[in-house]
């Protein structure tokens, strides 16, 4: 069993910042890609960030040069920092990593988070 836990989100004015951590506990072997996802009212989830194993990172158009995304591998936990939030950023976002939970071949599974609202007002 594998859970994700996310933290810190809220509610903040435009043109501030806020810091998102996701850590994953129970059953792990390794840590594969972690990512962070993005659900506004009436609209699909999106991609907002992701880091590879090997800290490479991809970023949404809409994020670049105002989103950070980082990962401490030995505390299994994923960083998103959010900075020069706009209205629009506004949505519940998701932590999802891939999880090795063995060391056996196909024992990899996609985990999601619970979600934590982010608000920002105009």
């Known amino acids: 069993q594998v859970q994700l836990v996310e933290s810190g989100g809220g509610l903040v004015q435009a043109g501030g910042s806020l810091r998102l951590s996701c850590a994953a506990s129970?059953?792990?072997?390794?840590?594969?890609?972690m990512g962070w996802y993005r659900q506004a009212p009436g609209k699909q989830r999106e991609l907002v960030a992701t880091i590879a194993s090997g800290s490479r990172t991809n970023y949404a158009d809409s994020v670049k040069g105002r989103f950070t995304i980082s990962r401490d591998n030995a505390k299994n936990t994923v960083y998103l920092q959010m900075n020069s939030l706009k209205p629009e950023d506004t949505a519940v976002y998701y932590c999802?990593?891939?999880?090795?939970?063995?060391?056996?071949?196909?024992?990899?599974?996609?985990?999601w988070g619970q979600g934590t609202q982010v608000t920002v007002s105009s």
């Open positions: 999802n990593a891939n999880i090795r939970t063995s060391p056996w071949v196909g024992e990899t599974y996609d985990y």
């Open positions: 129970g059953r792990i072997f390794s840590i594969n890609a």
